[in-house]
């Protein structure tokens, strides 16, 4: 089964300096939080504090590509965690039907940010993963600490 998540913002985690990625059910207030790269971190954080640049940063020119070539992203799934790394699709239409794209998830949620296609996570990893509502309390009591404005805060 899939659950529709919102990104709730990008974070850092404070024992590893590394970005985290927090996707956030708010019908039933389960997260997931993915650690991401920098150069991820910083594409996310751009499309979602609307900074615009002169050029075409990389998933700005593949948004261009498949709008010139009429394939529209319809949705993307973050479909499973092994070894610590998850694992996500990115689902497109194009005028000869359906398309399925492995990706990793920040590149997925990257693209779905700027197309505004929603973004899905299977739910069997919020539990595999333990951030789910009971499973993740403290994750979720740790993600709560945080005001709205600290999210997306993200050094560009």
Known sequence: MLTEMKVQGITI??????????????STDNILPVWI???????????????????????DLIINILKDVR??????????????????????????GHVVVDSRPSDAIALALRMSAPIYVESKLLRKAGHDAEGGKEYLDAFERHTPSEYGKYKM
Request: proline fraction near 5%.
């Open 13 to 26: 985690d404070p024992l590893t300096n590394e970005p985290i990625l927090v996707l956030r059910d708010a």
């Open 37 to 59: 790269g920098v150069l991820e971190a910083r594409a996310i954080a751009a499309e979602m504090e609307k900074i615009r640049f002169s050029r075409p940063m990389t998933h």
């Open 71 to 96: 394939v529209k992203v319809e949705k993307i799934e973050v479909t499973d965690l092994r070894d610590s790394v998850y694992y996500a699709c990115i689902h497109m239409g194009t005028d000869e």
